[in-house]
């Protein structure tokens, strides 16, 4: 077996996008699948709209999405340290952070739910973690902590 190349991929990304990011879209997948009603009780209170099984299949393709994204970040990435990959990656998986923030703040604006007073736990924990993930998304593809080389990432 040929020596293993060092990896341009500094350590805090590598367990972001290797252990931390797969492991919350698979426990968002599981949610999604096993408990719809906790799940959409999350992103709408069920004193506002209960939670109606017929509707189960759009949390099950969402669970796809999910688990597509934790497959590339657990298979894709820990065989490659191209940094092109890499970032492709979290480009594609930044789009869907930008368009789960946007629905839940879109559903928030139908709920007249907007105000940081009449958010619940629940609200604030689902956009703190998509947001934070969001984050450390655009600080890799800004190249914050990655090596230059010619002002050119390395």
Known sequence: MPPKQ??????FYRVAFLIIDPLIAVWGA????FTPQVTVNAF????L??????????????????????ILDVFLLRQTNELWI????????LAYDV???????YSWGLQGR????????????????????GLVRTLFLVGAGLKRKGGKLQ
């Open 49 to 70: 709209s209960p939670y109606q099984p017929l509707q189960s299949f759009l949390l099950h393709q969402i669970a796809g999405g999910l688990l597509t994204c934790a």
């Open 99 to 105: 368009v789960i923030l946007g629905s839940q703040a």
């Open 30 to 33: 599981y949610m999604n699948i």
């Open 6 to 11: 060092p990896t341009p991929i500094p350590l």
């Open 44 to 47: 709408v209170p069920s004193s």
């Open 86 to 93: 890499w970032r492709t990656q979290q480009w594609a998986q």
């Open 114 to 133: 907007l105000s940081l007073a009449v958010l619940r736990v629940e609200d604030y924990g689902s956009f703190a973690i998509t947001a934070l993930v």
